[in-house]
């Protein structure tokens, strides 16, 4: 039974509003990824940054023993919830991650294309246009939670990595998982970008993937550090 406020599309449920939701690339990325995880870590638990409606977590939930997974759209994690309704193991915060908790930080929602939604501050300072919406979320850092024996997070928070990574450094050192992580300034040569921090933690980029920009275009990038 689907809620009010939601449709299917590719046999998931999706907020009402979504018009561009097609992304099949995903698919054969979150596999590739998941093989490589396989290889070099053990799948315990795999976290999953901006889970959206839970495309990415619902494929980690078949592999790993648990999923913990953020996302603090309402509309999203409506649609998340019944997507993962079959896994009981999977934990969905619906709070963002960032540097700093803080409480009602403001968070701009586009509204036809539901992934593009953000916290990045120029995004949010820009005017907001009519197929946009202006929502507050309450923000904890990764840090907070202490969370132990994680192998694999995944990072897709539309221009919040290098806040998100900041309130997570000590996760990170204490962890060591692999990371796999959309980063456009990175792809775009921008040199501060959030694949540069995770270098000067003693991360490598070992693969790149293409995203919804095209093939030629390799926006997600996957982290490990290799002398462990």
């Avoid at 995880?37 to 999953?48: E, G, H, M």
């Avoid at 132990?148 to 996760?171: C, M, P, S, Y």
């Avoid at 921008?190 to 070992?206: F, H, K, R, S």
């Amino acid at each position: 039974q689907l809620g009010e406020h939601m449709k299917y599309i590719n046999n998931f449920a999706v907020p009402d509003n979504e018009t561009v939701m097609k992304e099949s690339y995903e698919a054969s990325n979150i596999q590739k990824v998941i093989d490589i995880v396989r290889q070099k870590k053990n799948t315990k638990l795999a976290i999953d940054c901006g889970a959206h409606i839970g495309v990415w977590s619902k494929k980690l939930a078949q592999h790993f023993d648990q999923v913990k997974s953020f996302e603090p759209v309402p509309r999203h994690y409506e649609c998340f919830r019944h997507n993962l309704r079959d896994f009981d193991n999977v934990e969905l915060y619906t709070d963002a991650l960032g540097a700093k908790g803080a409480s009602a930080v403001d968070m701009k929602l586009c509204l036809y294309n539901t992934g593009r939604s953000s916290m990045e501050s120029m995004r949010v300072k820009r005017k907001i246009t009519t197929r946009e919406e202006m929502i507050k979320v309450d923000v904890i850092t990764l840090d907070m939670l202490m969370i132990k024996d994680i192998d694999f997070i995944k990072i897709d928070v539309e221009g919040f990595e290098q806040q998100l990574l900041h309130g997570a450094r000590n996760t990170l050192e204490h962890n060591s998982p692999i990371i796999y992580m959309e980063d456009f300034k990175r792809a775009n040569n921008n040199p501060d970008n959030a694949g540069a921090y995770l270098e000067q933690l003693g991360y490598t980029e070992i693969d790149a993937f293409p995203g919804h920009l095209g093939p030629k275009k390799l926006p997600n990038y996957l982290y490990a550090k290799i002398n462990q």
